[in-house]
């Protein structure tokens, strides 16, 4: 008994059944990896590999399915190039493909001057530290340059227009602006920097140890008063020079003593006035 012979068409759309599978299942890998990709660079590559299977299945079916044919002649290096069959509608999906798919955003550039808050003219920062911009899970680091700039070379373009945050890296000097952020697509921008502050810290007391509340705490221009538990606070510039500090309070003898900002709480006791030098202004 003879069986009958089996469908032509079944063999070529089984090919174009793997085919679209490999495609869909190339694409899903896109989706789920975009930003790998697009941070390698490597969208293009995929996108035109994942254009292969599909532009083989759309082929394949067409052909075996609809009996439909297709051919091209065209002049290529000074000869002729004839396509005919599934070869038409795969190059037809490869070319489309990249044709109606808008090109990827470029790369760019950007450059940050470091300035001190008096003005831009003024660069307190040459040929020293490091800025830090974080690119989602990305983190870039650059070294400031002689004339107070750090250059930042081939940010994603996915970032464009982001506002991402900043970071200073120098032993004397900080951002201007606690928690500072800068938009992402100018070629240049500016970043105003201060002298790092230190804090001063301790607490003001009498002869037995009881607090003594609006003591008057000075060092270089920079003053506070205890509070009611005699602790004060002082933030100071980095670079402070005159490190001589001065506390007073109503019937105490004025204290002196050279300090070190940043150091550990200072604990100072006053001592009472005698009774015949009255108080202190």
Not at 162 to 186: C, F, H, M, Q, W
Not at 194 to 220: F, M, W, Y
Not at 254 to 263: A, D, E, H, M, S
């Amino acid at each position: 008994m003879n069986r009958p012979p089996r469908s032509r068409a079944a063999s070529p759309l089984l090919v174009a059944a793997i085919a679209a599978f490999a495609g869909f299942l190339l694409l899903g890998v896109m989706l789920w990896r975009a930003e790998m990709l697009d941070r390698l660079e490597l969208t293009g590559h995929v996108w035109y590999v994942l254009l292969i299977p599909l532009g083989l299945a759309a082929a394949i079916t067409t052909f075996s399915l609809f009996n439909s044919y297709a051919g091209y002649t065209g002049k290529v290096l000074n000869g002729t190039i004839e396509l005919g069959g599934p070869a038409v509608i795969m190059l037809l999906v490869l070319i489309l493909g990249f044709y109606l798919v808008p090109p990827p955003s470029q790369r760019f550039d950007l450059t940050v001057f470091v300035h001190d808050e008096a003005g831009h003219q003024v660069v307190p920062l040459r040929g020293q530290g490091k800025l830090s911009l974080d690119f989602g899970a990305d983190r870039r680091n650059e070294s400031i340059g002689d004339k107070g700039e750090a250059r930042f070379i081939g940010i994603p373009a996915d970032m464009r227009d982001r506002k991402v945050a900043i970071g200073l890296e120098s032993d004397n000097y900080e951002i201007a602006v606690p928690a500072a952020t800068i938009k992402l697509g100018d070629e240049a921008v500016y970043l105003a920097v201060r002298a790092k502050r230190l804090h001063l810290t301790g607490e003001v007391a009498d002869a037995q140890g009881r607090p003594l509340p609006q003591a008057r705490i000075s060092i270089a221009g920079f003053a506070t008063i205890s509070d009611v538990d005699g602790r004060f606070d002082i933030p100071l510039p980095a670079d402070l020079t005159d490190r001589s500090l001065t506390i007073t309070a109503t019937g105490f003898e004025p204290w002196r003593g050279q300090i070190t900002p940043g150091g550990n709480p200072l604990r100072v006791r006053l001592t009472p006035l005698p009774p015949d030098k009255g108080v202190t202004p």
